[in-house]
């Protein structure tokens, strides 16, 4: 072969790999780490490991995903760590709403909101307020007169400053006039042993997190749920309103990813989510979070925020 011949040839080989497609693309040619803002054993850290494999299948391929988690701080952690993420697809995570809105309101806070692009809701869990059985205030109405005789007597553990179950006492001290004391964990699944070991007097977590990690202890009684109506988990266990107080808190934990995330892959992610929750074998295998499992939009969900925010605004200065 001549000397010309061989240039032309290396150069129609060189072109050709330059323009043929790539053999490995988003999905498949890396691991996506679905991120989780608390510790493992929680409603959000349960719920992430549940959905992996039906979110493999669902992608297709050779999709890898692997839970990650970065608990601390009420979720703030997780977050930053998920805005500042490549926008690639490889890096996505839950974002707990009303904690994910509330924390850049009442602090300077390491990201806002518009800094992740939500791809979709997945729960709406209403909170609910748990003690050990053989305590010795074990409804509101008797709650409630021992921290007006006593303010601060009886406490509180929580999943962070500025999450659902920390907002549920600040909204039960606003609307009965008391004060508690907040004890902060880095999850439903760290404070459990201090509940059961009376460290603390009681505990707030979501209905779910209730069921998959109290539901069959007879140690455990749920005192209420924060919400108007009766949740059809848990039929036996009365509202906050029954008691008289307004008071209605929900755990919302959707999917995002960093806010340049591409509309293709947000989009192929919502509809893999969108599936996922509607297939009867994932339903199955959540039983305990199947009655407050909640499918939503991303831009569906994005403009919910705005609502919890204006409701979230005057609580902006028992914060600070």
Known sequence: MSLRKIKAWSAAVALSVLCAPSLAAWPEDQTIELVVGFA????????????????????????????????????EISTTYLARAKPDGYTVGFINVPGFVFIPMYKQASYKT??????????????VLMVRSDAKYRTIPAILEQLKKDPGSLSFATSGRGTSGHQALLKIESAANVKGTDI????????????????????????????????????????????????????????????????????????????ALPDDIANRF???????????????????????????????????????????????????
Request: cysteine-free.
């Open 40 to 75: 493992p054993g929680g409603g959000t850290d349960l719920m992430a490991r549940a959905l992996v494999p039906f979110l493999e299948k669902k992608l297709g391929g050779k999709t890898r995903i692997v839970v990650v988690n970065k608990p601390g701080a009420g979720g």
């Open 184 to 259: 902060a964990f880095k999850g439903a699944g760290e404070f459990k042993s201090a509940l059961i070991g009376g460290h603390v007097d009681f505990a707030i977590a979501s209905v779910g997190e209730y069921l998959a990690g109290y539901g069959d202890m007879k140690t455990i009684t749920p005192v209420a749920v924060m919400n108007p109506t009766r949740v059809s988990a848990i039929p036996d266990v009365p509202t906050i309103y029954e008691a008289g107080l307004k008071v209605r808190v929900t755990s919302e934990r959707a999917i995002a990813g960093p806010k």
């Open 114 to 127: 518009d800094d992740v692009r939500i791809i979709a809701r997945v729960v709406d869990d209403p909170a």
């Open 270 to 320: 919502q509809q893999a989510i969108k599936d996922t929750i509607a297939d009867p074998a994932f339903v199955a295998t959540v039983k305990n979070d199947a009655a407050v499992l909640a499918y939503m939009s991303g831009a569906e969900f994005t403009k919910s925020l705005e609502v919890i925010r204006e409701e979230l605004v005057p609580f902006v200065g028992a914060m600070k």
